[in-house]
């Protein structure tokens, strides 16, 4: 079945550094990916998404890379702040369904 | 423009009585997900309907569970006879169908504690 696997349960990061927040997933029928930021006592929330055909999409100050070889894709955020502290999942979908893996903490230090 | 709309937003009952838990999709959207969200197991989905339709249930737990979507505005999730394991956090989620890929757009949660 699907598995998806954070390499990192907590990354902690310098206001105004770049945090990158990576993903693995194992189900090659994976056609669409999208990324979730979950902040406490509250539901998860649309971050970027990217389709199978495409490795790289860009939002404001979020980038996603997808490499369909190794299946991987990583979160990339620019200038970090405090309002980024969150925890941030990883979605692929296959089918109708989005698998959700324990997600990454991601704690900015001022 | 509104979101996915969850009550109650926190419910607390002692084991063995009825829970409801209701969700208003967003306008327009045709699909609607509901899962659970725990510490030991991360999000979980449960079911999803289509155009009101119930499509893949696998994920209910037992018997003790069950959802229904009467109309494209609301659905339920019930657990009857609830028990301690139930507790949890249970999230409403709906999406458009389209040519294009939508993400799905998630509700604020219930947060369910059973006694």
């Known amino acids: 079945g699907e598995s998806v696997g954070l390499h990192l349960p907590t990354l902690s990061v310098q206001e105004g550094d770049n945090s990158i927040i990576n993903c693995a997933y194992s189900?090659?029928?994976?056609?669409?990916f999208i990324w979730y930021k979950q902040e406490s006592g509250k539901g998860p929330q649309f971050i970027i998404d990217i389709r199978s055909n495409m490795d790289k999409r860009q939002g404001q100050r979020v980038t996603v890379l997808l490499n369909k070889t190794v299946k991987h894709l990583s979160l990339q955020i620019a200038a970090t702040q405090p309002g980024d502290s969150a925890v941030y999942f990883c979605?692929?979908?296959?089918?109708?369904?989005?698998?959700f893996g324990g997600g990454t903490r991601l704690m900015v230090k001022p | 423009d509104a979101g996915v709309i969850q009550s109650p937003r926190h419910e607390v009952t002692e084991m063995g009585q009825e829970v409801t838990l209701r969700c208003k999709p967003i306008?327009?959207?045709?699909?609607l997900f509901w899962y659970r969200q725990t510490m030991m197991r991360g999000l979980e989905l449960l079911i999803y309907?289509?155009?009101?339709?119930?499509?893949?249930d696998s994920g209910m737990p037992e018997d003790r569970f069950s959802a229904k979507m009467p109309n494209a505005s609301f659905s339920t999730l019930k657990i009857q006879p609830s028990e301690p394991r139930d507790s949890a956090v249970y999230f409403c989620?709906?999406?458009?169908?389209?040519?294009?890929?939508?993400?799905?757009?998630f509700g604020d949660g219930t947060r369910l504690s059973i006694l």
């Open positions: 989620a709906s999406r458009r169908s389209g040519t294009s890929n939508q993400p799905q757009h």
């Open positions: 189900n090659s029928a994976s056609d669409y």
């Open positions: 309907f289509n155009n009101n339709v119930p499509i893949d």
């Open positions: 306008s327009g959207h045709d699909y």
């Open positions: 979605a692929p979908r296959a089918g109708n369904m989005l698998t």
